[in-house]
């Protein structure tokens, strides 16, 4: 038990890294699209596509191995991460950066972040529970 636990918290730290070079990049790039007169919501796509299959590779490759084998490499496994990335990066951001930017007006360069809060064990749960889940 204890052992399961030390690994999930390793794995919670991995992603939480993987996840803060992705969060900084998607927010890079979306500041500067931002900036440059693009909608926000296309901004964020853009963030998506990319960090999502930059988030596959290093989860693959650190996150989520066992036994210090990555994950399985297939086109299956990389759909599964972009729609779990999806249902939290793109619907659930899309729907908080809408509430927070349209509804109740918070600044658009600080609304991204605060969806990290929301998004992140979301997303960790998703990846942990059916992307990266392994068959016995």
Known sequence: ??????????????FGIVGGINTILGLVIYWVMVGAGIHY?????????????ISYVLNNLFTFKKDGVPAEWSLKQLLKVYASYFLTG???????????????GINKNISPILNLFITIPTNFILNKKWVYKRRK
């Open 41 to 53: 919501l296309i901004a964020n796509t853009v963030g998506f596509i990319i960090t999502v299959a």
């Open 90 to 104: 793109m619907i659930l951001s899309g729907v908080l950066l809408w509430f927070w930017n349209d509804f109740i």
């Open 1 to 14: 038990m204890k052992d399961r636990i030390i690994q999930l918290f390793k794995q919670f730290v991995s």
